[in-house]
T-cell receptor, first 115, second 115 residues
Framework: AQTVTQSQPEMSVQEAETVTLSCTYD???????LFWYKQPPSRQMILVIR??????QNATENRFSVNFQKAAKSFSLKISDSQLGDAAMYFCAYRSRYNFNKFYFGSGTKLNVKP | KAGVTQTPRYLIKTRGQQVTLSCSPI?????VSWYQQTPGQGLQFLFEYFSETQRNKGNFPGRFSGRQFSNSRSEMNVSTLELGDSALYLCASSLGMTDSGNTIYFGEGSWLTVV
């Protein structure tokens, strides 16, 4: 079975600084996707970034980038130039290539942004 | 374009009662999946529907059921409610059973409190 682990329950970052959230996963599959979702107080899950496992290149979306280490089964999220609006719960998620809508989520990391 | 709409947003039920939650997917999306979010268990996959058929089911008791209508709207039902069913129930929609980096989009959830 697939498992996703986020070992940092809570983190803090100063506004305009950079922070990295960690995620590891366990799977026996070779084809899969990895995601980072943000959940603000409104509770709506918002997609931050997505990575295809078959791609060597790390995904980037504006201030958000990932460090994907397939052999180590590690998938960290780096947020540059942190903004107050980045404060939220962040969930790492795994999806098998062929299980299109079944996601496995980590336990989440609460990110605090200090002004 | 309207997002995923869930109703009701908040509800309180008594142990032993049943509850029905509704989800309207993004226009054009044919797949709906449901997740339960609790502080103790985190985000867990309940089930997934595509073209009115359940395609996948998570590890939940038979008290949890769902269905999808021809317009892709979905309902989930929980019978004989237990205190442990208190949770945020999130619905997500996607285009469907496609491997083109399928991304799911979440609604804001239905908060269920069982007393």
């Amino acid at each position: 079975a697939q498992t996703v682990t986020q070992s940092q329950p809570e983190m803090s970052v100063q506004e305009a600084e950079t922070v990295t959230l960690s995620c590891t996963y366990d799977t026996s599959e070779s084809d899969y996707y990895l995601f980072w979702y943000k959940q603000p107080p409104s509770r709506q899950m918002i997609l931050v970034i997505r990575q295809e496992a078959y791609k060597q290149q790390n995904a980037t979306e504006n201030r958000f980038s990932v460090n994907f280490q397939k052999a180590a089964k590690s998938f960290s999220l780096k947020i540059s130039d942190s903004q107050l609006g980045d404060a939220a719960m962040y969930f790492c998620a795994y999806r098998s290539r062929y299980n299109f809508n079944k996601f496995y989520f980590g336990s989440g990391t609460k990110l605090n942004v200090k002004p | 374009k309207a997002g995923v709409t869930q109703t009701p947003r908040y509800l309180i039920k008594t142990r032993g009662q049943q509850v029905t939650l509704s989800c309207s997917p993004i226009s054009g999306h044919r797949s709906v999946s449901w997740y339960q979010q609790t502080p103790g268990q985190g985000l867990q996959f309940l089930f997934e529907y595509f073209s009115e058929t359940q395609r996948n089911k998570g590890n939940f008791p038979g008290r949890f059921s769902g269905r999808q209508f021809s317009n892709s709207r979905s309902e989930m039902n929980v019978s004989t409610l237990e205190l442990g069913d208190s949770a945020l129930y999130l619905c997500a929609s996607s285009l469907g059973m496609t491997d083109s980096g399928n991304t799911i989009y979440f609604g804001e959830g239905s908060w269920l409190t069982v007393v």
